[in-house]
């Protein structure tokens, strides 16, 4: 059984190599019902934003209730894991749940403030590699994670300090829609929070300028014109993780 969100496809791509039995996260939030889950093996795949799970998996990590013998946590990362594994295992304790096991997996940075999507498609982060051995450890249930470094500890508290200082990095107040928008709607369907709507102007807009900043809607959006304020490294240039079809992102984070 895994839990996943995914904004680009990269954590739905992974997850589908890991277990068959899989939920989207914005869809369990969604339920009435207590999220209350019995498996062998549970596990959770998301990406890792500034080092730090979602905002949206840490609340359905402290909502939900889990009762396996083996927690596990696999993040998505494009250049640095920073402290992830033990940012998500200390948590998993902060709110109850025990962690196992936690992980990381490079891929495809979607962060189009720092990085050129064509630039990250071009590197080859031997995803193959870096899966086989992921099932093989969890197959093993191999327990523990990777103590960050001093310069990964240092780097997280930096950039940490520059969120809490600049908020508009992390909280989605830059995300712009241009005048190429057509009114397509896309957007509407692939924003985990609902926060897009098409107005009588035939034209995406917002309903609250804070969001989860996944940038699944500048990614999904076929006329790029989702863009952010402060700084786009390529307007040009987004992401999909080939493997995965918008059909599914939206299935996986309608509101």
């Known amino acids: 059984m895994i839990f996943y969100f995914t904004a680009t496809g990269n954590c739905l791509a992974i997850a ?3 277990d068959s039995e899989l939920y989207s996260i914005p869809q369990e939030l969604k339920k009435k019902a207590p999220l209350h889950y019995k498996a062998d093996t549970i596990g959770i795949v998301a990406p890792t934003y500034s080092g730090l799970m979602p905002r949206i998996v840490r609340r359905f990590l402290a909502k ?30 902060h709110v109850g749940v025990r962690v196992d096991y936690a992980a990381t997996v490079q891929m495809v940075d979607n962060f189009i403030f720092a990085f050129d999507m ?9 995803i193959p590699r870096q ?6 450890n969890i ?13 990964q500890m240092t780097g997280f508290a930096m950039v940490s300090e520059r969120n809490c200082r600049w908020p508009e990095m992390t909280d989605g107040t830059q995300i712009t829609v241009t005048d190429k928008c057509v009114g397509c709607g896309i957007c509407s369907k692939v924003c985990p929070l609902g926060r897009f709507y098409v107005g009588d102007d035939k034209k995406a807009h917002r309903y609250s300028e804070y ?10 959006c076929p006329k790029k014109a989702i863009t952010l304020s402060v700084q786009d ?23």
Do not use: W
């Open 131 to 136: 899966v086989a051995e992921l099932k093989q």
């Open 16 to 18: 589908r190599e890991l």
């Open 139 to 151: 197959a093993n249930r191999v327990k523990g994670f990777r103590e960050p470094s001093e310069q």
């Open 64 to 93: 939900a209730r889990f009762d396996t013998p083996y927690f596990y946590i696999v993040m998505t990362y494009g250049m640095n894991p920073s402290v992830a594994e033990k940012e998500a295992v200390a948590y998993g304790e």
């Open 233 to 255: 490294k390529n307007p040009d240039a987004r992401f999909r993780n080939p493997e995965v079809s918008l059909a599914e992102i939206i299935k996986s984070n309608q509101f």
């Open 211 to 220: 969001c989860e900043f996944c940038l699944a809607c500048a990614h999904a």
């Open 118 to 126: 064509n630039d990250q498609m071009a590197i080859d982060k031997q």
